[in-house]
Nanobody
Framework: QVQLVESGGGLVQAGGSLRLSCVAS????????MGWFRQAPGNQREFVAH????????DYADSAKGLFTISRDNTKNTAYLQMNSLKPEDTAVYYC??????????????????WGQGTQVTVSS
């Protein structure tokens, strides 16, 4: 069972940047595609970004396109989410997860498992 630990969240002003990290407990991390999701208070958890096992393919929610970049370093068992030009509406708890099954689209939450505990991102106006 792979365990994931997110870090890198914090308080930032609108327009600022943060880089989130997701460290896996096992090298088996490299055989899985990965995803980042977020959950704002009172909202359902929503898809942010997805990256293939090798990092060659990425997908983004419309809200993240051009602003966020997902990447991974399989030698470090780590995935990243670089977030630029942050807005107050990006405030949420951000979670990473491994993709255990493959639906037609990469944004289906039920395809993911081994969720981390999340890291809080707060963007002030």
């Amino acid at each position: 069972q792979v365990q994931l630990v997110e870090s890198g969240g914090g308080l930032v002003q609108a327009g600022g940047s943060l880089r989130l990290s997701c460290v896996a407990s096992s090298r088996i991390f490299s055989v899985y595609a990965m995803g980042w999701f977020r959950q704002a208070p009172g909202n359902q958890r929503e898809f942010v970004a997805h990256i293939s096992r090798t990092g060659g393919d990425t997908d983004y929610a419309d809200s993240a396109k051009g602003l966020f970049t997902i990447s991974r370093d399989n030698t470090k068992n780590t995935a990243y989410l670089q977030m630029n030009s942050l807005k107050p509406e990006d405030t949420a708890v951000y979670y990473c997860a491994i993709r255990r099954s493959y639906s037609e689209r990469p944004d289906r939450e039920t395809d993911y498992g081994s969720w981390g505990q999340g890291t809080q991102v707060t963007v002030s106006s």
